[in-house]
Each structure stands twice: as C-alpha cells, then as structure tokens.
C-alpha cells in the first residue's frame, strides 16, 4: 500500500519555479494541451518558471482522451531531447501522456508495447529510473497524480487500455484548488463522476486477501491490489465528501469551498483506488470511450467524437452496483446512506438496488444523459462492447463477483435507458 | 502531505528474504533488541534470509529509549562495514536507532549533531543518498515504520531530542499483526497511549495554513507543518480505531483483532502525525522521559530507570487538551464523543473539561499510575521540566494555543494527580 507526494493549497503552483530550481532542473519538459495552454494554469506555471530562471521546452499537444499514436507523438518529442524533468499541467490526459513521455524517454529501447498492460501489451517490469515528474492537476477527476497509471485508446483495438506501474507515480502533485475554477459546467461533472466511481468501485472492490493468483514473490504483485484497510479510509472519505460538494461544484463555477473540495475528493480517491483498483464501471467504460461513433459532449472544445472518461464510467454504474451488491451488501448499503438514502429500514438483500436507484437520482439531478443510447449506442452494439471489455481484465477481475460474457451483456443492455 | 509504503498482513515477515533478493541486497545490518532477537519476529525475519540466501550481520545492542551514546554505538557499528540494505525489527527505539544509523554511514564526514534538530543541533538538511531500509515494528506505538523521524534522550541536557527528515523515512514497512501477539500487557498499553495521543495530537495541531514562519521556499518547509485536510482522515481514523479496540488489546494478549488493529492504527495515526506533527503532550514527555530517577516501568525488561514513552506522552494529556480546547472546541468535542463521551448537550466552551474527563476514565479503566507523583516526580521537580520542554520549539509550536512558561508549569503541576 503506497502513497503520495501531494501540495495542497490556493496558489501552491506559484512555487514550481522554486522547486525545478531546488531540484537543479536545467531543462524541463512542460506537457499541456491545446486548450489549456492559454489558460491561468499554464500562465502561472510559465510566469513562474521565468521567475526563477528555468529553462524548458512546451509540448502542447496532448489530446484529450489519448491514444497510442498521441502517446507516441508525446514519446517522439521527449526521445529527441534531454530532459531533467517532467511538469505536466492538466487534466488526465495531460498527466497520462507525460507520465508515457517520461518513461519511454527513459527507456530508449523500449518499443511501443513492451510496457503496456499484458494481454494487450507485453507488460514487462520497468527497470530504469525515471527522471522526476511534478504533475498540476487542473481537473478534480482522475487523481492521476497520486497514480502510477496511464490510460489510452488503443484505436486498431478501440479499447482503452494502459500502462501501470509503481515506477511512473508523480514525484510531487501540486494541487491547487484555484485551477478548477477554470472547468466548464459538464467538465466538473464528469471529472467528477470519474471520482464517484473511483470510491464506489475501490471501496467495493475484491478484498486485497481474496485476489487469485496470489504470487509469492512481492515483485510480482499488481498496483491494483484489492480493497484493504488504508484503501477503504481513502474510498470511504472521498465518497463522503463526493456526496456533500459535487452538486455545488458543478452548478456555480465560482463556489470555490466547493470545487476544491471536490479537488482533494479527486486525490483521496485517487489514492484509494490506485492501491485497491476499480472494477467493472472503469473496465466497461473502456470500449464505451473507444468505439465512439459521433457523439460529442458538451462543454469539451476537441476536433473528435468523445465519451468524456467519467461519463462512460457513470453510465453503467446503477446495473454495475446492483449486481455486485450480493457480495458485500454492508458496503453497497453505506455508500448509498452516503449518497443520501435512507437505508435505516433496508434488508441486506435490497442493497444493490437501493444504491441502484440512489445512482440514477443522483445522476438524473446532475443532468447526466439518459443511459448508453444518449450517446449512440443501441442493443446491437452491446457485443462489441462486450467484447471490448475481455481484455481489461487488469481492472475486471477484481470485482466482487465473478462475471460470465453473458453477465456484462445484460448491465451493457441495463445501461441503455437509466431512467 | 507525503505518506509511506506499508505491507501489512498476517505472516508477512515471511516475504522480507525476497524482498532482498529482488533489491539485489549483498550485506545487510540488521538491527533489533537483545529482548527481542529471540523472539518469534526476529527468528521469522532470520529464517527468511536464511531461506533466500540473503548475506547479513546482527547489531542486537540497541538501547530501549536511546541515547545520544547508544545512537553512536549504532552508527559506529555500521560505518565500520558497507551494507547496502537496513532492517529494523523492533518498537520505536530500534526503527529510530537504525534510521540514524544508515544516515550518518551514508555521510561519513558527518559529526553527530549535523542533522540534529536545531537548537540543540545543527538541523543541516540532508544532501546524500541513503541505503533502503525496510521497517517491520513490533509493538502498536510509534508509528516510526511511517515516519522521517528518529528520536534519543540527549543525555547531558536530560531531554529528548531528534532527527527529522525526510530521507530517513523507511522504505518499507511491514505490519505483520502476528508480532503485537509478543507485547507485554504495560508494552501494549504505552505504545497504544502514543498512538493516543499522536491521534490527538495532529488532529488538534495548529492548522497548516496558520504556522509561522511560513517559508517561500518550500525545500525550507518543516516535515511537521500543521493539521491539513489528509492529515485529519488519518488523525481521525486512527483515534476511532484506538476507541474501539484499545482497551481489549491491553487486556488479551491473544486477542488478535484487538492487537492487529491497534497495530494498523499506529500506521494510520503515523501517517497523519508525520505530516501535521504532535505538539504539547510530546514536548513535554521529553523532559519527563528525560529526568526520570529511579521510576522502573512494568513490564519493561531494562537495566535502567525508565518511563516508557507511551506513558509519559499520556500523563499530561488531560491537562493539555483542556488548555487546548478554546483554540478549536468543534475538534476536541469530536474526539470526546469518539472515546465515548455524550456530547449531546455540552456547549463549546466546555470542550476542553470534557475531554480531559473522558481521558482521566480512559486512563483509568487502563490502570494507568496516578500522574506524574507516580512515576517520581514532585511539585520541586517542575522547574526542571519546564526548562527541559522549552528547547523542543519543533513540536510545542505547533500547539494551536501559544504558552509561556506559566503555562507549562500550570499543565505539570496539573497532572501531577490524574484521578
């Protein structure tokens, strides 16, 4: 069970410049997209790094939800260069792509797939040093900074899938709460959702003494572990605070109580699951995101057709909770008296469809679209989406309850209509 | 806010001989107590080396509450051969001894009062790199498997000091419940009021965002920098777990659900005061611990006058918390009604009484010595400690309350008597 490093606090990302210099950083590499880089985060961190003398170089092409050609390009751009450190100011994406940036920079052999995860890749040990990363998240959603994770579409599979490993964990997250101010209305959403989930599914993942197989050897254990006493604290809590702020965080931009909260919920949870893992909602989510067809969500300026992350992990969350409940009902029970319901006179047995039902108000209140055929998806893509769900086994298997092809049909057929 | 690797489960001791093997380990020092090194956790550790052929040398000389003298001895001991891995199986005195030990053999120009806290030190930051150590406590108390810190009775000024930094931080530890089994009754009682009282302790420390000076320059930030929104889950979590099993730890050795959670809550209650730092409780057991006469502790096998650290953290608690409570009523309150306390009806100015009543009958239910007259000392004696407190500014400062010299001698002479 490992943490992390995290600064917390209104304005910390003023700092950095001190810090790259503390740190003797003679060239930086500062990872950022399009959009953001002519944003207050990117500002500051540039206004800082003049400040204090830091020579860097702007790679400014991250894509928003990344793929392997992106994270080439990423890798491309830091390979030809020599960095000392890594600083990457963004949401998820930008965090990813800098965290494959840095590794692969770092192991020039390598090619594409040694470390991606196996089946998919070869998912081979890294072995070398990595060269230090500061990561600014701007988002309060996937807690990248507090993991050793990196997603992306892998477009020839239209599957999400990733890299994971202890090695490629920020040195430091800078979390300032005043960068979420930026977020539009439907990005705090879903970033936020990203945060409901990463609690529900680490809190009501596989106990970390009940995983198969169970190497002997501490090398070859996974990062997602299964649920465990400092993983539960971590869920729980960013669970509670979830419940009280993201209404408010979403609806007023400018409730700052409200979106830092949800900021640090983002790093508690990110600290939870990126020991005790998620489960179904994130395994399914990856062909959700990957075989988009034409839908584009609001609030998000790209040139592309997305499923924001957190949404297609919310989407399958009510038939995803109801079905797992039978296994630990004490705990699906208390996250939905979390997320308001009255649970005082609930049998244990009605615990997966009271969470159910709690999820679909919850999301109704918060304007979510109504299910997967809101954004393009009918009964006859639910093979496909079953079939890109097989592989992400690194996630899939530690839910609670074992899951046959055909049980993730029926929560992709459930998951249509949510209301 | 930077937290700590722990492997925790039963039997995981077993596992340390592959760990080495897998850290490519050539000459390790292990580290641990004459008490202890035939002891179950000590021949577990040894039978796992033997099994993977892991090359090492036993130091079983560390002092139970260390010394400036017994610090050197360690340190002597490991400059004068070049392991490449420290293992320290032991309470608090044996994790802090091999933590200076590795520092000072990985600076061999260092003299021993370089990194010693300012003003009785030197306080230098520290530059080199030291060798991994993993951590595998055997009591419930100091949580120093999780922390930067490392502390001795500095003989000539009869009072505590110690050595914080960061890179003395263990690189591993591992909690293994089954060693809590080995604790004497008084052992489990103290190293559970350290746990207590480091609860306490950070969960009412001065807030981050009010300690002063506030450096710029964050490499100039203390490792104990005030109560913070990660610190007070752990805080909080770790005193509702000592609420709830502290007690039948104590009294049944073979209860192994007491024991082993009182050991996870040391971990937790470590994390969340090597953060935000402890304050009046410790600073003034070190000139308790310190001056100690002719007081021999139960239970404590030792050639020499000692109050175990736990106990003479816990004696002035009731004393300190009812001067702390008009700082932040709402906290001592909560930590009242989490020890059982019926906060229903009491108003915020009687905060402070109210937890230092519910302290007074957790410490006596406990059959803890009657204060300070107990363990030696009289009303003559309360100058001395006084002057001992003044010197430990890294820790009293972060009491949310400021305090004179009055004050400190009203809060000893207060807790001469408990009952």
Same mark, same amino acid.
């Given at each position: 069970?490992?943490?992390?490093?995290?600064?917390?606090?209104?304005?910390?990302?003023?700092?950095? %410049?001190?810090?790259?210099?503390?740190?003797?950083?003679?060239?930086?590499?500062?990872?950022?997209?399009?959009?953001?880089?002519?944003?207050?985060?990117?500002?500051?961190?540039?206004?800082?790094?003049?400040?204090?003398?830091?020579?860097?170089?702007?790679?400014?092409?991250?894509?928003?939800?990344?793929?392997?050609?992106?994270?080439?390009?990423?890798?491309?751009?830091?390979?030809?260069?020599?960095?000392?450190?890594?600083?990457?100011? %963004? %949401?998820?994406?930008?965090?990813?792509?800098?965290?494959?940036?840095?590794?692969?920079?770092?192991?020039?052999?390598?090619?594409?797939?040694?470390?991606?995860?196996?089946?998919?890749?070869?998912?081979?040990?890294?072995?070398?040093?990595?060269?230090?990363?500061?990561?600014?998240? /701007? $988002?309060?959603?996937?807690?990248?900074?507090?993991?050793?994770?990196?997603?992306?579409?892998?477009?020839?599979?239209?599957?999400? $899938?990733?890299?994971?490993?202890?090695?490629?964990?920020? $040195?430091?997250?800078?979390?300032?709460?005043?960068?979420?101010?930026?977020?539009?209305?439907?990005?705090?959403?879903?970033?936020?959702?990203?945060?409901?989930?990463?609690?529900?599914?680490?809190?009501?993942?596989?106990?970390?003494?009940?995983?198969?197989?169970?190497?002997?050897?501490?090398?070859?254990?996974?990062?997602?572990?299964?649920?465990?006493?400092?993983?539960?604290?971590?869920?729980?809590?960013?669970?509670?605070?979830?419940?009280?702020?993201?209404?408010?965080?979403?609806?007023?931009?400018?409730?700052?109580?409200?979106?830092?909260?949800?900021?640090?919920?983002?790093?508690?949870?990110?600290?939870?699951?990126?020991?005790?893992?998620?489960?179904?909602?994130?395994?399914?989510?990856?062909?959700?995101?990957?075989?988009?067809?034409?839908?584009?969500?609001?609030?998000?300026?790209?040139?592309?057709? @997305?499923?924001?992350?957190?949404?297609?992990? @919310?989407? /399958?969350?009510?038939?995803?909770?109801?079905? $797992?409940?039978?296994?630990?009902?004490?705990?699906?029970?208390?996250?939905?008296?979390?997320?308001?319901?009255?649970?005082?006179?609930?049998?244990?047995?009605?615990?997966?469809?009271?969470?159910?039902?709690?999820?679909?108000?919850?999301?109704?209140?918060?304007?979510?679209?109504?299910?997967?055929?809101?954004?393009?998806? /009918?009964?006859?893509?639910?093979?496909?989406?079953?079939?890109?769900?097989?592989?992400?086994?690194?996630?899939?298997?530690?839910?609670?309850?074992?899951?046959?092809?055909?049980?993730?049909?029926?929560?992709?057929?459930?998951?249509?209509?949510?209301?």
């Amino acid at each position: 069970m490992a943490s992390s490093n995290i600064r917390y606090g209104e304005g910390v990302t003023r700092e950095i %410049g001190m810090d790259l210099q503390n740190m003797g950083a003679r060239n930086v590499c500062l990872m950022t997209d399009r959009n953001l880089s002519v944003l207050p985060p990117v500002k500051t961190v540039l206004e800082s790094l003049a400040q204090h003398g830091v020579n860097h170089k702007v790679y400014d092409e991250v894509r928003v939800e990344p793929t392997d050609a992106s994270f080439k390009e990423a890798i491309a751009f830091a390979r030809k260069d020599s960095f000392d450190v890594y600083v990457a100011v %963004g %949401g998820g994406s930008v965090i990813d792509t800098c965290k494959a940036a840095n590794l692969y920079a770092s192991h020039p052999e390598a090619e594409f797939l040694d470390f991606v995860n196996a089946p998919i890749g070869k998912g081979k040990p890294v072995t070398g040093v990595l060269k230090p990363l500061i990561a600014v998240p /701007t $988002t309060a959603g996937t807690g990248s900074e507090t993991t050793g994770v990196a997603i992306f579409d892998f477009e020839e599979l239209k599957a999400k $899938t990733g890299i994971a490993s202890r090695a490629i964990k920020p $040195t430091l997250g800078m979390v300032d709460p005043l960068h979420t101010l930026h977020m539009p209305e439907r990005v705090a959403a879903n970033s936020g959702f990203d945060v409901l989930c990463h609690s529900l599914e680490s809190y009501t993942a596989l106990p970390y003494n009940m995983r198969k197989p169970c190497p002997p050897n501490p090398i070859n254990r996974p990062a997602y572990q299964g649920s465990n006493p400092i993983s539960d604290v971590w869920s729980r809590h960013a669970l509670n605070v979830v419940a009280k702020y993201i209404k408010r965080a979403v609806r007023d931009p400018e409730d700052l109580e409200a979106r830092s909260s949800m900021h640090l919920a983002s790093v508690f949870a990110g600290i939870g699951f990126g020991n005790a893992g998620v489960h179904l909602c994130h395994g399914m989510s990856y062909p959700i995101a990957g075989n988009v067809k034409t839908y584009r969500a609001k609030g998000y300026n790209v040139d592309h057709p @997305v499923v924001p992350h957190g949404l297609s992990v @919310v989407l /399958t969350s009510p038939a995803v909770f109801n079905f $797992t409940a039978p296994m630990c009902p004490e705990r699906h029970l208390e996250a939905a008296e979390i997320l308001g319901a009255d649970v005082s006179r609930v049998k244990r047995e009605d615990a997966g469809p009271l969470l159910a039902d709690t999820l679909r108000q919850f999301l109704y209140d918060l304007q979510v679209e109504n299910g997967l055929s809101a954004v393009g998806y /009918t009964k006859d893509d639910v093979p496909d989406l079953v079939k890109g769900t097989i592989p992400q086994e690194r996630v899939t298997k530690l839910s609670p309850r074992e899951h046959t092809e055909e049980d993730l049909t029926h929560l992709f057929e459930a998951s249509l209509k949510l209301y």
